[in-house]
Nanobody, 122 residues
């Protein structure tokens, strides 16, 4: 815990965009990388995943609006969020795990950041 460091959260109006960044150790960049979010009073949920080979998957709620990417040279994971909605309001966490199949529940992930808050107003 705490080996990943997120940045880029903030407050934005509906329809706006934000880009989250996550600085990670070199070893972790070779793992399955993910963004999770936890809205107030709700469980943590997976938003986007990117494998070692660069394959990506998204939750239905963000598909077509969010893009996960990574820059191994900079040891950084990104989440580009466009057309933001009030229901995207949550604490966003980056995570990593050495998984054969990239994806799954939060308890499959070993490395976590402290989170960055995203608030979308209507």
């Amino acid at each position: 815990q705490g080996q990943l460091v997120e940045s880029g959260g903030g407050s934005v109006q509906a329809g706006g965009s934000l880009r989250l960044s996550c600085a990670a150790p070199t070893l972790v960049m070779n793992y399955c990388l993910a963004w999770f979010r936890q809205p107030p009073g709700k469980e943590r949920e997976g938003v986007a995943f990117i494998s070692l080979g660069g394959s990506t998957t998204y939750s239905d709620s963000v598909k077509g609006r969010f893009t996960i990417s990574k820059d191994s040279a900079k040891n950084t994971l990104y989440l580009q969020m466009n057309t933001l909605k009030p229901e995207d309001t949550a604490m966003y966490y980056c995570a990593a795990a050495n998984l054969w199949i990239c994806g799954g529940a939060p308890n499959k992930f070993d490395y976590w950041g402290q989170g960055t808050q995203v608030t979308v107003s209507s």
